[in-house]
């Protein structure tokens, strides 16, 4: 028993020790390498349709390769398009109100802190005391903040002919890719047959199999959170919709944060300005979100992963506390990974002696 324990642990130092190089080799690297990487991704999304055209309707597989992988792009260029003229329509659009909204809210705000606090001192002054000093110092640096936002978008737009050359790189990757797909998984089965690596095919199929489970449970959850804040948005008529919604999946994905950071925060500042039905209505849209989201989650992820969901939520937390979103990221692919291991039985010990093991399979194939 001790032996076998022994032996689990080794394993388990050993692929720990083995992930923790990989990962920060792989996030050194993914800046000179994420064309190829999001090249090859598409090559595997367009080689069904590809595979289809060529053996059934005996198409030319080098003009199918071009064609499909061109539509995708497309596709997805087309669906980034109209989402980024959505967002640059309302970011014109809110610019111009800025101005207004801020200078509202640095003289609406203190107001309703100094009424809240007329009516805390009466509990207690030292209450009131300690929330006016929060406010003053958040309504005096709330314009350094928006200003901060400001420059940081600016940044990001800067970096938008680098964005084009990934886009670039990233098509020609997976024209040539989907092109000599079947040479290059060839060679690829060819180079583990060789070297008896079984075993790592093994590791390859479950893992893409997980992987891709994974991010699809996810984009799933997400645009059910877009559509749903969409709508409620929309039907509240609040202004800026696409990019409420954006915000809100986005927070909702990340678990510190959640919808209520952007749902919340907004109808409180209606619930201020005397707009009770948004007000109430955001805070309802909240309470929905939250119940859609609490109902699919564990379904969604702990099905397509087959990990125990605190086992998830473990990984989330220490990765977020240790680095942050990157260590989020870190901490779940360990979990991830460490279950397609145990599936392909690398940390399986055979702990019946071979007496045993004979009489079972006798006994088993005389059933």
């Known amino acids: 028993m001790e032996k076998n324990t022994t032996l689990t642990f080794d394993k388990i130092a050993i692929y720990t020790v083995f992930y923790i190089i990989l990962f920060f080799s792989l996030y050194a690297a993914m800046p000179y390498i994420l064309p190829f990487v999001l090249g090859a991704i598409v090559a595997l999304i367009c080689e069904p349709l590809i595979n289809l055209l060529v053996q059934k309707f005996k198409f030319n597989r080098k003009a199918t390769s071009i064609i499909a992988v061109l539509i995708v792009f497309g596709i997805f260029s087309t669906l980034i398009g109209i989402l980024i003229a959505n967002i640059v329509n309302e970011l014109i659009t809110l610019s111009s109100m800025l101005p207004i909204a801020i200078e509202w809210f640095k003289t609406e705000g203190p107001?309703?802190?100094?009424?809240?606090?007329?009516?805390?001192?009466?509990?207690?002054?030292?209450?009131?005391?300690?929330?006016?000093?929060?406010?003053?110092?958040?309504?005096?640096?709330?314009?350094?903040?928006?200003?901060?936002?400001?420059?940081?978008?600016?940044?990001?737009?800067?970096?938008?002919?680098?964005?084009?050359?990934?886009?670039?790189?990233?098509?020609?990757?997976?024209?040539?890719?989907?092109i000599d797909f079947q040479s290059i998984k060839k060679r690829v089965s060819s180079f583990l047959s060789r070297n008896k690596g079984n075993n790592v095919k093994k590791v390859i199929v479950e893992g893409n199999r997980m992987i891709g489970k994974y991010i699809l449970a996810y984009l799933l959850l997400i645009s059910i959170t877009f559509v749903e804040a969409y709508i409620g948005t929309s039907i509240l008529n609040i202004k800026y919709a696409v990019i409420l919604s954006i915000i809100t999946a986005i927070c909702d994905i990340l678990p510190i944060l959640g919808p209520g950071t952007v749902l919340n925060s907004l109808a409180v500042i209606f619930m201020i300005r005397g707009d009770y039905v948004r007000g109430i209505g955001l805070f309802v849209l909240y309470i929905i979100i939250t119940v859609v989201r609490q109902v699919l989650e564990p379904k969604v992820v702990s099905s397509s992963l087959g990990v125990h969901p605190l086992a998830i939520i473990m990984a989330l937390f220490i990765g977020l506390k240790a680095h942050g979103f990157a260590g989020m990221i870190f901490t779940i692919f360990y979990v991830v990974f460490y279950n397609v291991l145990k599936r392909v039985g690398y940390f399986n010990i055979d702990t019946e002696p071979p007496e045993n093991k004979k009489t079972i399979e006798e006994g088993n194939l005389q059933n």
């Open 111 to 178: 107001k309703f802190i100094d009424n809240l606090s007329s009516y805390l001192a009466r509990l207690d002054p030292a209450i009131a005391d300690s929330i006016k000093k929060s406010a003053d110092k958040f309504f005096s640096g709330s314009f350094s903040t928006v200003m901060t936002g400001i420059n940081y978008l600016i940044n990001w737009l800067m970096k938008i002919p680098g964005v084009f050359m990934v886009y670039l790189f990233s098509l020609l990757t997976a024209i040539y890719v989907s």
